[in-house]
């Protein structure tokens, strides 16, 4: 059975408190990203997230350049993946990605059972492309319209 997630965004400069709902909520400049462990960040952050049951799914980015954006985590559950959540937080992150013209890099860091290939291969199906920065090899998506 497929796990169907709503999601819903949603952006603000300052926020006194989050509630956390089953279904993605999205928020920036320095507030709680993750309930779960009342993490703050600074000025300039990024978060996307889904509650399942009592675990989250999230991808967090953090700016590495006035128009670069590093991600810095990616993270289904194990009990959860291969049922499309990923997919959705990559695409919901691409969206707000287009929209804010900033490009995306993304360092590929097997972590548990998910192997390396595996990684690059869900880089390129998001519209990742493999370059070269300070020796280190990463993948760029650039904003939608372009190259």
Known sequence: M????????FLASSLTHILLV???TTYFNGKECNPMF?????????????????????VELTPIEKTDWLITRLFVPSGYRNQGIATKLM??????????GVALIAEINPYGDLGREE??????????RQETRENNIVFKR???GIG
């Open 38 to 58: 009342k993490k703050t960040e600074g000025p300039n952050y990024f978060c996307i997230f889904t509650k399942l049951d009592r675990q989250l799914a999230q």
């Open 142 to 144: 650039a904003p939608s």
């Open 22 to 24: 089953p279904w993605v």
């Open 2 to 9: 497929k796990l169907l997630v709503k999601f819903s965004l």
């Open 91 to 100: 695409q919901e992150l691409t969206n707000w990605a287009d929209e804010k």
């Open 119 to 128: 990684l690059i291969e869900f880089s390129l199906k998001h519209g990742f």
